[in-house]
């Protein structure tokens, strides 16, 4: 491995390299709570809902009052407040007295109802609407600036970029990648695990690969990201699982947020939206370095296919 042993072991046991370690703040509890709530134990999951639906009520119980408020231990709270970004009991209180506060303020609305089979068209449009705010609200409350600009640093001075989705996610490593081409620099979406890996395995250090999957625990995805990790190249993880098997094989890792999933609304749909957003902050943040190359090529795009938009 081209990696130090402690930065491994360090990822396996949930962080991640170069991780500002700051809790997250108020709005981005409520986030990190929608996010990681359905990977979470049984008992880890009643203490993060309870938080999540009354947190003007959880700031004012001791942990053992919340523990007894959820039927679970001690323990279990203070797991749950790590595993939430927090040191302790203590810091979780103070963030849920702030997101309290906004919530009362007006500014954390409740979330919406699922959507129903029998819904009129314009409930749909207006739940849809409402889905897509929160988990753009939510994915930038709890996107690490510090491992994005990291992240935009590497892709700027890159050789070669190469990306890596399946099924939606798919889709979204070429928005990436197609983005990156318009302003010259070299990049690859792959989609197919046998093209992704063989790819994967002639990157080398200056190189940069980009692995996108929701649950962070897609094999056609982890594989090549494992493969250019070994290789040296600065890899990335944009996923909604911050400590998924993705992560272990990561340098930065930037973590999205998505609506909650129901019966006709699967994961896949909502969890574009956050990984749109991310991928739009890596675009933004390489082009505002490379300007003064990124715009002639925008410009030199865009006349080349004007002649497609003429009527």
């Known amino acids: 491995m081209t990696r130090d042993v402690k930065e491994i072991f360090a990822r396996e046991r949930g962080g991640s390299a170069g991780a500002s370690g700051a809790p997250p703040a108020p709005a981005a509890l ?44 001690e323990a279990t709270v203070v797991r749950t407040a790590r595993l939430l970004g927090y040191p302790g009991y203590r810091d979780l209180r ?26 009129p068209i314009s409930d749909v449009v207006a739940k849809l609407a409402y889905d897509e705010q929160q988990t753009l609200a939510d994915t930038a409350a709890g996107l690490d600036t ?10 700027t001075t890159a050789r070669r970029t190469d990306v890596y989705g399946v099924g939606a996610s798919g889709l979204v490593a070429q928005d990436l990648t197609q983005k990156l081409l318009r302003i010259g620099l070299m990049a690859h979406a792959h989609s197919d695990p046998h093209l992704a ?55 930065h890792v930037l973590t999205t947020s998505t609506a909650r999933e129901s019966e006709l609304r699967p994961a896949a749909m909502s969890s574009r939206t956050g990984q749109l957003l991310v991928v739009d902050c890596l675009f933004v943040g390489v082009a505002q370095r490379t300007y003064e190359k990124a715009a002639p090529a925008l410009s030199a795009s865009y006349e080349a296919l004007a002649h497609r938009h003429r009527s």
């Open 30 to 73: 409520a986030a990190k709570v929608r996010t990681l709530g359905p990977s979470m134990t049984r008992s880890m999951r009643r203490v993060a809902e309870a938080v999540a639906s009354d947190p003007a009520g959880c700031a004012a119980l001791t942990v053992t009052g919340l523990a007894g408020l959820t039927g679970t231990s």
């Open 94 to 119: 103070l963030a849920l007295a702030g997101l309290a506060a906004q919530q009362q303020s007006g500014r954390a609305p409740a979330i919406t109802t699922d959507i129903a089979v029998d819904d």
């Open 146 to 155: 510090v491992q994005l600009a990291a992240a935009v640093t590497a892709l």
């Open 197 to 251: 890996v063989t790819n994967a395995v002639q990157l080398r250090a200056g190189d940069v690969a980009i692995a996108i999957t929701h649950s962070g625990s897609t094999g056609d995805v982890i594989e090549p990201l494992r493969a250019a990790f070994e290789r040296g190249a600065t890899t990335v993880a944009v996923t909604g699982r911050p400590d998924g098997p993705v992560t272990q094989y990561a340098d």
